[in-house]
């Protein structure tokens, strides 16, 4: 694999603006009483659609580490086929991947109706903040390569 220019190292005000807007987003999601679970499932069905193994990773580190739980991880692709997911869960993780998805449907108005009934527009406008969010973070660590290898047993 070539190695790639780290487009956060080379150009540190831009990534440091994305790290601010993260944290805004993080502190609109916590404002707006989203569950850090269902924050960090965001988070990686995001990272999954767009295959970033890094934030992958990083996330379902994260949320294992806050308790979430391994077979609702394990079956999150397929969370539309499941009953492990409430219907706020459900209608955050459809809005996420609408957005991930803006160039199939432009996140259709069904898209939008199913989040407004389940979904406060606090809560609407928090999960799209993350999801925009980490699409960029997605963006940035495929173009740059970041490296995902396996880490020896401690």
Known sequence: MQERVN???QDPAS??????????AQQSAAAAGLDPLLVELVKIRTSQINGCAFCLR?????????GE???RLAV???WAET???TAPERAALQLAEAITLVSNDHV??????TAAT????HQISAVAWLTIVMNAFNRVAITSRYAVTARAAM
């Open 83 to 85: 009953g492990y997911f």
């Open 76 to 78: 999150l692709p397929a």
């Open 108 to 113: 259709s108005d069904d898209h939008y109706a």
């Open 7 to 9: 487009i956060g190292t």
């Open 69 to 71: 739980s391994p077979d």
């Open 15 to 24: 990534y440091q603006a994305l790290l601010a807007l993260s944290e805004a």
């Open 118 to 121: 389940e979904l406060t527009q």
């Open 58 to 66: 990083m996330h379902t580190r994260d949320a294992l580490q806050k």
